[in-house]
């Protein structure tokens, strides 16, 4: 299966899937995100928030969930399930996109870095699991939901090592097939 999204993501990603997905991240970053965060801020205060933290303990998301009081948790759940839900498809679609076009000139059809494409994916996958995890948690504040407040960490911190991930090997493409067309035009 997980070949199969891959090839495909080869097959449509060309240069102008990638620049609309760039337009669509950059238009996103500089429109959407700005507002969702004064937003957030302004109901949950300045406690703190899972999705932008690398790691925290299932004490520092009850204290969060504690800090935000009853309208910020209310708050923060429904932006894990209006705004969160759009915002990992945008830098998803964008990062898969990239890669999969900077990589078709980068290494040839048969090398396994041609799924490196499927990192984004996997990076969407662990931020929708946070925000179920995280959702769930904070909903059920001030009960504790033992397991999945561990398991929401751990699914943060692979969302942020997926998405970094994603960036920089979308930078090793770019820099390797620029590298590829230099060398090539050099030798001509």
């Known amino acids: 299966m997980w070949r199969t999204v891959s090839d495909w993501l080869q097959r449509v990603s060309n240069g102008w899937i990638a620049v609309a997905s760039l337009l669509i991240f950059l238009l996103f970053t500089a429109l959407v995100l700005p507002g969702q965060s004064s937003k957030s801020e302004s109901t949950t205060g300045i406690a703190g928030s899972p999705d932008m933290s690398f790691y925290y303990s299932p004490d520092e998301l009850y204290q969060m969930a504690k800090s935000y009081g009853a309208e910020g948790r209310q708050a ?9 839900l759009v915002w990992p498809l945008v830098y998803g679609f964008f990062l898969a996109a990239g890669i999969s076009w900077a990589f078709r000139d980068a290494f040839s059809d048969e090398a396994i870095w041609q799924r490196a494409n499927l990192a984004p994916i996997l990076a969407v996958m662990f931020d929708y699991l946070e925000n179920i995890s995280t959702s769930l948690v904070i909903s059920r504040y001030p009960s504790s939901t033992a397991v999945l407040d561990w398991l929401a960490s751990v699914f943060t911190m692979a969302k942020w090592i997926f998405v970094a991930g994603s960036f920089g090997l979308l930078l090793i493409g770019i820099v390797v097939g620029i590298s590829k067309r230099v060398s090539v035009r050099s030798s001509q």
């Not at 923060?76 to 969160?84: G, H, L, P």
């Open 76 to 84: 923060y759940i429904r932006a894990r399930f209006t705004f969160d």
